[in-house]
């Protein structure tokens, strides 16, 4: 099948297929339903497809559709963090203050410490960081992985549960919203000083891509929550008059997340970086309601599948069969539990949060999801770290979210049905 945009077709048959069946196989069980997108793309790569049919990498996954692939993938993920931005409420700061700082530095500060400390001992096992990686950026970045949360799966499954209100819904939110941010940061810190952006070359002065990336990255995020954020607010006021978002707006939205996507990319941050900052910079209201209602199923059912897949495309398992592979995988995901679950209810516990809240907030925030794998393919696609690290994170990213379900349930849902908090529906995402 010589024919690029041929093969690109029937391997969009087979992903949207795939994840759509192995997500509601998901659901039938319990499991938010990008769980079953997140397996389905590990499922069709080199693990298991590949695996019993070698081919399908000549016949459907051909490296001149992967470049397409690629793209979506790229547009999917950077449209998912715009509408993850969208629905960025920094209300919940101020409700739980002190107790979502508490739980948040926590979250954070343990993964760091833990990351630190597992690097010095990674370092020396071959094929998990790239042998230009220096230290402290192979520690932010392991420590930023552990970190993160899955923080629109944890939204969704507040809202789904109708705890939105609820002092668990809120210190969870705050928390996690903190949490994420600050990873974020750290990703950008990591990709700015590993050299992902190059100099800047005004007449005789040269300017070092470090101060390019972090300090491009923050001009921009500045600009966009002053200066853009009251430039936008005339859209809202629009879509308000006219009960909607029309299609010119609708371009104009559009093309200005492409520009905030190129500008982050090329300092060399990344493009989602520019996605989410645009996204909480635009106005709400029915402006926000109407661009989610509209952006929203072709990007979560169309364009992240093929991140699934691309994901899962990089995702060899077989290296897990390797015993000294295998001990650091089961480490990594001993330390991402230990680091974020624990360390959050710990948190919670000794701010004064009751046991169940503590132990729901603790099993909300280990979840990775999505999230973590964006942050592993960055990191992969920028040299960072080695095919061995990102199966093994991968992999820690999906047995994180599984446990988050039935954990919740256990250690918060009876709880909560018999004080009538909680609703008797499943969580789905």
């Known amino acids: 099948m010589p024919n690029p945009a041929a093969s690109f077709f029937l391997q969009m048959a087979l992903i949207l297929f795939a994840c759509r069946i192995v997500g509601q196989l998901a659901q039938k069980i319990g499991q938010p339903q990008v769980v079953g997108e997140m397996i389905a793309g590990v499922l069709i790569g080199p693990s298991l497809l590949g695996y019993f049919w070698p081919d399908s990498s000549k016949l459907i996954f051909t490296t001149e559709s992967r470049v397409i692939l690629y793209a979506g993938a790229q547009l999917g993920v950077g449209l998912y963090m715009f509408l993850v931005g969208l629905e960025f409420n920094t209300g919940h700061f101020r409700a739980r203050a002190r107790s979502a700082a508490c739980v948040s530095v926590a979250g954070m500060a343990v993964p760091f410490i833990l990351g630190a400390l597992l690097v010095l001992w990674l370092q020396h096992v071959p094929g998990i960081f790239s042998p230009k990686v220096r230290y402290f950026e192979g520690a932010l970045f392991l420590g930023a992985a552990i970190a993160i949360t899955a923080f629109p799966m944890l939204a969704r499954i507040i809202s789904e549960r109708g705890l939105s209100g609820t002092p668990l819904g809120t210190l969870a939110l705050a ?67 006219a009960g909607g978002v029309s299609q010119s707006m609708m371009a104009v939205v559009l093309a200005l997340f492409c520009l905030a ?21 635009m106005p709400r209201g029915v402006f926000a309601r109407d ?43 001993l330390a991402s539990v230990l680091g974020k679950g624990v360390a959050c209810w710990a948190a919670a516990r000794l701010n004064g949060e009751d046991n169940p809240t503590s132990l729901a907030v603790g099993t909300l925030m280990n979840a990775r999801g999505l999230m973590e794998l964006i942050i592993i393919n960055i990191g992969l696609q920028r040299g960072i770290i080695g095919e061995a690290l990102f199966s093994i994170l991968a992999m820690m990213a999906i047995i994180t979210t599984l446990m988050a379900t039935p954990i919740f349930e256990w250690v918060y849902g009876r709880h909560a049905r018999k004080s009538g908090e909680l609703g008797n529906g499943g969580i789905e995402c």
Not at 261 to 275: M, N, P, Q
Not at 312 to 323: A, M, Q, S, Y
Request: aromatic content about 10%; glycine content about 12%; overall charge neutral.
């Open 175 to 241: 928390a996690g919203a903190i949490d994420d941010a600050a990873a974020w940061c750290v990703l950008a810190v990591v990709l700015a000083t590993f050299g992902a952006s190059h100099p800047l070359q005004i007449g005789d002065y040269e300017i070092g891509a470090e101060v390019v990336a972090i300090g491009g990255a923050a001009l921009y995020g500045l600009l966009a929550l002053t200066v853009g954020r009251k430039l936008l607010a005339g859209l809202g006021r629009q879509a308000e008059k």
């Open 261 to 281: 996507a190129w500008y982050t990319d090329i300092i060399g941050v990344h493009a989602v970086f520019g996605g989410f900052i645009l996204g909480i910079a």
């Open 291 to 333: 661009i989610r209602k509209k952006i929203e199923p072709f990007a979560v059912v169309f364009l992240l599948p093929m991140f699934f897949t691309f994901s899962g495309l990089n995702t060899k398992l077989e290296v897990l069969v390797d015993p000294k592979l295998m001990f650091v995988g089961v480490v990594i995901l």
